[in-house]
Structures are given as C-alpha cells and as structure tokens.
C-alpha cells in the first residue's frame, strides 16, 4: 500500500466547543442573554446542544422537549440548520489548509492540523499555534455574537488550541485549555500530562466509564498504573487502547486527505416552477482542449417525471455522445408548460411532493408577513406536558423558520 504522505505525527487541535450553537448565536445575537437550546436534526423532541445558562437550570442534551422545558420554562429553543454549520465548518478547515495541507476533520467544531516540517516556516509550537489563530481570525468564521478578532478581543467565543505529539495529546490538551488560548505539550511530557487528566478525554461507553468508576479509576494515570494485561482482561481489545492511550504509548498521526474540486449540479430558478412541466431539456458540455458538446429535446407531452425527462437525453446521448472528455455539464430546462397532478420533479413520492408544496407555501407566506409587519408572527406548536391539566402547560410556542 503506497504510503499517505498527508500525515504528521505533531498536531494541533483546534476545537470549538458547541460550534452549531455558537453559529446560531452570531446569527441571532439575542440567544446570548437567554437559555437557549438546539433541536436534534433527526428529531424535533430531543435536545441536541444546551446554552450555559440553560444548562445551570438542569437542561442537558439528549433531554426530550418536555424535560427540558419542565425544569426551564424559560428555555428558548432552536432549530437546527445544519448547512449552515457545515459552511461555517467548512470555512475552519479551509483557513487551516492554508497553514498546512495536512488537516483532518475529526467532528462538527474540532479538526486538526498536522504540524510535522511547519517549525522550519514558522518556528516554535507557540509561533505555530499564534499562526494558526490568526488564519482563523481572517477567514470570516462566525462564532457567538461578533466576528472572531482575536483570542484576546473575543475568549468567550474563541477557538481552544491544543497541541502535542499525536491527535490524542493535542486534544486533550485543546481540552484543557481556556477559551482563546492554547496548551502546548511539549516531546517527552506527554506520560506526565496525561496523568492527572480524567477518564472524561477518553472515547468510552457508557458502561466501560462506569465500571471504571466502581474501580476507583478516576484520572489516566490511575488507569495507566495497572496492568496492561490486567485492563485487556477485564475490557478487551478497546482496554488495551484506552490503557496505552492514557500511559502516553500511542501516536495517532493526523491523517489529511485530498481535496478535490467537488462536483456540484446545482438549479437555479428566477421563478418558482411549482405545478409546471418541462417541456424543453437541454444538456451542455464544455470538453478539454476547448471542444463543446449540446443536445436539446423537446417533450412531445410536457412533464415533472424524472425518467420521462431523462429518456429523450440518454436517447441522443446513445446517438452522439460527446467527442472528448467531459469538463463541465449543465442540464437547463428551458421552456415550461403550466398544470401538473404528476409528481414534483424533486420529491421522491406523492406525500414528499405535497410536503415540498407546503413548505413553499409557508415559506413565501412567512416572508410576505415579515416584509408587510417588519417580524415574524408564525410559531410552531410542540407538545412538552401531554399529561398536565393545565392546557397552557401541554404545548409551547417557538419561532416558526421553514
């Protein structure tokens, strides 16, 4: 197997805690000064991420709507709009690219950097994380209620740094560090970093964090004191990590990856074409050295179906395919015909369709609203205290955001 040279045994974490929270409160600046919580993007009724001071009145992620609510009544609750994220995440990983072309994603908010040969352009770790921050700072990343200046100008919100041999070290560094600031591990104190540090840092279940506990095994260096073969077993191969993880044994190398330029088909509609037809598809390509290739088909019986669409193109692309290789490819609807009970040509079933048409519905009705009274007066009823006699305590209003 070749070997991956996108791969560094130093790294540094860069990680910031509740990044989808933080990136809803730059949006809404007001979520700062309120107990507030994110909706899990898989379900409306469970909590995904909880504010400080919602969870000092005993709201805690993995909560269902009501428990949270039951213990904080004021809680203002959000829903999720995990695009979003994933820009602003995105906009992370590319200013760390440019620091170094080893970077790994390692979940929503923490990514890391492999700093291997970045001492001969930038020096010490400390100049090598000073750089890192200051990438960050000029990437436009918004994080809490105001741009990210600087880990001085803005340590509420900003980005904990930790950095060491190995991904495991530089996290549990970033772990310990204030916000805005870094914890530099420097070769050969890694084993007495390590030791004072709780088996929180560890990737556990459950369980195995419980029995650990019932052990009397509360920080790393308590665990890396037993013996290996006495952890392995008791809990099997993940024993033997989590032990060479805590006794400093293990190098995980952070693991970049190529970045290729995605390839993206994206629609662009100058006027909504809910309940029409296509009547003219054409496809278009631009092929190297400068070639072209187009195919344009008129619909006998206009239509929302995929397949009827797509047949007249694989029709003459069987007959004229195209001469070179393919550089670039648009498919444009060009002419449309009104009235439609098929299927919407982007929904998977009749009931998707009819849940796409009520969404535009709200969402135009929404902003109609908006425009005429300056705010929003559309909520959405959940259901938190299905047992309550109280009515008023059976439901609760949140902003309502198609």
């Known amino acids: 197997m070749p070997r991956n040279h996108l791969a560094s045994s130093t790294a540094a974490c860069c990680w910031i805690p509740l990044f ?13 000064s309120q107990p507030c919580a994110l909706l ?33 009544p004021a809680l203002r609750l959000c829903e999720p709009d995990p695009v979003h994220y994933d820009e602003q995440f ?39 994380v000073k750089e890192i921050q200051l990438r960050i700072v000029n990437c436009g990343l918004r994080i809490g209620n105001s741009h990210v200046q600087s880990a001085i100008d803005n340590p509420q919100f900003a980005i904990r740094v930790g950095w060491g041999h190995g991904k495991f070290v530089s996290w549990v560094a970033a772990t310990r560090a204030r916000p805005g600031e870094a914890v530099i591990v420097q070769p050969g104190e890694e084993a007495a970093f390590l030791s004072s540090q709780p088996l929180a840092v560890l990737s556990l279940d459950p369980d195995t964090h419980r029995r650990l506990r019932q ?8 665990l890396a004191a037993l013996p290996q073969e006495a952890v392995v077993s008791q809990f099997g191969a993940a024993g033997r990590r989590m032990w060479r993880l805590a006794a400093g044994e293990v190098v995980e190398r952070v693991m970049g990856r190529e970045a290729p330029e995605p390839i993206v088909a ?41 397949d009827r669409i797509a047949a007249p193109l694989r029709t003459r692309l069987e007959q004229a395919p195209p001469a070179g290789a ?51 007066l559309l909520f959405h009823i959940i259901e938190v205290q299905p047992w309550s006699r109280l009515p008023e305590r059976r439901y609760a209003l949140i902003d309502y955001e198609p």
Do not use: N
């Open 20 to 32: 989808a929270l933080r990136c809803e409160e730059a949006r809404r600046p007001e979520l700062a």
């Open 40 to 72: 899990a993007p898989d379900t409306s009724r469970r909590i995904w991420q909880v504010s400080q001071l919602a969870r000092r009145a005993g709201a805690k992620p993995g909560m269902t709507v009501s428990q949270a609510i039951g213990l904080c």
């Open 90 to 128: 995105a906009r992370l990983l590319a200013a760390l690219s440019e620091v170094s072309p080893v970077v790994e994603p390692a979940e929503l908010g923490r990514a890391y950097v492999g700093t291997d040969g970045l001492e001969k352009l930038y020096g010490s770790p400390q100049q090598i």
């Open 215 to 222: 052990l009397g095994i509360a920080t790393l260096g308590r």
């Open 266 to 306: 994206a629609l662009a509609f100058f006027a909504p074409v809910a309940g029409w037809r296509v009547q003219v598809v054409r496809v278009r390509a631009e092929l190297e050295h400068g070639a072209s290739w187009l195919v344009e088909a008129t619909l006998k019986d206009p239509t929302a179906d995929r």
């Open 326 to 376: 393919v550089e670039r490819l648009a498919v444009e609807f060009t002419a449309f015909a009104p009235g439609t009970a098929e299927l919407q040509l982007f929904a998977r079933d009749a009931s998707a369709a009819a849940r796409a048409g009520r969404q535009r519905a709200l969402r135009t009705a929404l902003q109609e609203i908006q425009l005429r009274l300056k705010r929003s």
